[in-house]
């Protein structure tokens, strides 16, 4: 394929990260499926050696001067390793940026260094047993009282949600007058009436925790809300277009080894005396995928380039998120076919690799949801057709 651009620096923070993978996370990949959860040693581990949050400031521990390619580094090679049910990249890069973006300097000199090292998890929590993507269904609501907020409801499908010591919650704050204004709260573990539910059993990504929680009377000190009252759902809403690149980024570097997989599967697998990458099918299959792969790893670097610039816009992060998640599923469901009844068996990594999957088209917002964001750009009044674009 094209040739993809890395610094001399980031081909060697790759080359490093690989190595501990291999050494400090794969080993365990198949205890902590058993467990449904990973260990937080994981957690500690990546942030002693500076893996877990790469972006915040040197003063809380980070690199500074980012660059979202060594998140896609990151990502990329811990989708590819197999580790992508070790949720870190939720932590470090999903809900971690919601500190800097809207917090304090008090909040984030007391919560930013814990997660740079790996000492604090971070979960956010948005969805509700009866509200996913569309939020304005959250039924969860705080009430203010003098020095407090009083937060009650509860919410399901919480990644993160067992080990997380601090959870982002999202809560109306004026249901009955704007059903768009929420508030964030930073709920920390330990608060009282703050419960965890179920660990959750999930068809796949077994080793990562997803949990519901509840929330009883908690008192949330107003030094825990989370950037102004009643703007909750913008800051959500600001959040997405790089929520869904990284997704993009996941889905592919699973995808790319879902193809490998099978590769090396045909060539070895012999039927009707000969190999199975022989036969003209096989070739098909492989050289489409490939050609879909190499077109998506083109399209999701341009928007790595674009979120860098400040550039990436929600419509354009959809497209991506909306063909890389499908596009995973996909190479998947053909690596199963290729492998015959070996596929079926979990002793295969297909197999998984297809379970796992299947999440892909659903959270960070469904194909369904992309397609309406989509179609919204082009339906507009001010939609650009392409001979007028200036490129």
């Not at 651009?5 to 980031?10: I, K, L, P, Y």
């Not at 697998?269 to 077109?295: C, I, M, P, W």
């Not at 992060?317 to 015959?340: C, D, F, I, P, W």
Request: negative net charge; glycine residues 8%; contains cysteine.
């Amino acid at each position: 394929m094209l040739p993809r651009e890395f610094t001399e620096e980031q081909v060697m923070f790759r080359d490093a990260f690989r190595k501990f993978l291999s050494s400090e996370i794969v080993p365990h990949m198949e205890d902590w499926r058993e467990a449904g959860v990973v260990d937080r040693e994981a957690f500690r581990k990546a942030g002693e050696q500076g893996f877990l949050m790469v972006w915040p400031d040197e003063k809380y521990g980070g690199m500074g001067d980012y660059d979202i390619r060594f998140d896609q580094i990151i990502i990329e090679e811990t989708c590819y390793a197999r580790c992508a049910d070790w949720f870190a990249n939720l932590h470090g890069r999903l809900v971690g940026p919601y500190l800097t973006r809207f917090g304090s300097e008090e909040q984030c000199e007391r919560f930013l260094p814990k997660c740079v090292s790996g000492e604090t998890i971070l979960a956010i929590a948005m969805t509700e047993p009866d509200a996913g993507s569309d939020l304005a269904g959250m039924r969860s609501y705080a009430v203010e009282k003098d020095d407090h907020w009083v937060l009650n409801g509860s919410k399901t499908y919480i990644s993160n949600g067992i080990n997380a010591d601090v959870v982002i919650v999202a809560a109306k704050t004026d249901p009955e007058n704007n059903p768009h204004a929420m508030t964030l709260f930073l709920v920390e573990r330990g608060m009282e009436g703050f419960e965890r539910g179920r660990n959750l059993e999930k068809m796949g990504m077994k080793a990562q925790d997803t949990a519901e929680l509840f929330f009883n009377d908690v008192k949330v000190p107003k030094a825990n809300v989370l950037g102004e009252p009643g703007k909750g759902f913008i800051y959500l809403m600001e959040g997405l277009a790089e929520e869904r690149l990284l997704g993009m980024i996941g889905y592919l570097g699973a995808a790319q080894l879902s193809w490998d997989l099978t590769l090396d599967f045909v060539k070895e697998r012999k039927v009707f005396g000969k190999s199975l990458s022989k036969f003209q099918n096989t070739q098909f299959k492989l050289a489409e995928l490939r050609t879909e792969l190499d077109h998506a790893q083109v399209y999701t670097d341009q928007c790595v380039r674009a979120f860098n610039a400040g550039q990436l816009t929600a419509v354009d992060a959809a497209k991506g998120k909306l063909y890389t998640s499908e596009l995973q599923v996909k190479v998947a469901m053909e690596g199963v076919q290729l492998h015959g009844g070996a596929g079926y068996m979990d002793e295969y990594p297909i197999s998984r690799q297809l379970t796992d999957a299947m999440i892909a088209p659903i959270y960070a917002g469904s194909s369904e949801v992309m397609k309406i964001i989509v179609s919204r750009d082009f339906l507009g009044d001010d939609y650009q057709p392409f001979n007028t674009r200036n490129f």
